[in-house]
C-alpha cells in the first residue's frame, strides 16, 4: 500500500479483544436477544391478546421505559463489559490509525472523526457509550 507514518497503528476488533465462539454467541445473543424478544412481545400483544391485556403489557413496557437506572451499579457494568469485550471479536472491525499519537486519551471524540459502514451503526455506538 504504501509506506506509513511512525505513528501509524492498526487495530483489529478480533486481535485486540479475543474470544471463544461460545463466549461470543452468549454475548450477542444477550445484547441483540433482547431487542428481538421485545419485538416479538409487542407482535404477540398485538395480534393475540385482548386489549385489557395488551394495555397491561404495554403499561409495563412504557412504565420500565422510565424507571430509573443505576449507572453506577457493578452488575450491570460487568454485563456491558462482557458484551462489548466478546461481541467485538464477531465483527470483522479494523480501525486504521493514520497518526495514532494524535489523538488525546483525555478528549472524546465524535463518531464522525470515524468511517465505518451503516451496518456496525450499533455496534461502533454500543462500544463507544460503554463507560470505562
Known sequence: MGEYKEGYREFKGKEEFPSN?????????????????????????????????SLIVF?????????????HSKWGRSLSRYICKHACSYFPVTLHGADINAFQSDHSYSTHSFSFPPSFFLLINTIHNLDN
Open 21 to 53: 465462539v461460545f463466549y461470543t454467541t452468549v454475548a450477542l445473543f444477550i445484547w441483540l436477544g433482547i431487542i428481538h424478544f421485545l419485538v416479538l412481545l409487542v407482535l404477540f400483544t398485538v395480534f393475540f391478546l385482548p386489549l385489557t391485556k
Open 59 to 71: 403499561g409495563m413496557l412504557f412504565f420500565f421505559m422510565f424507571v430509573p437506572i443505576d449507572h
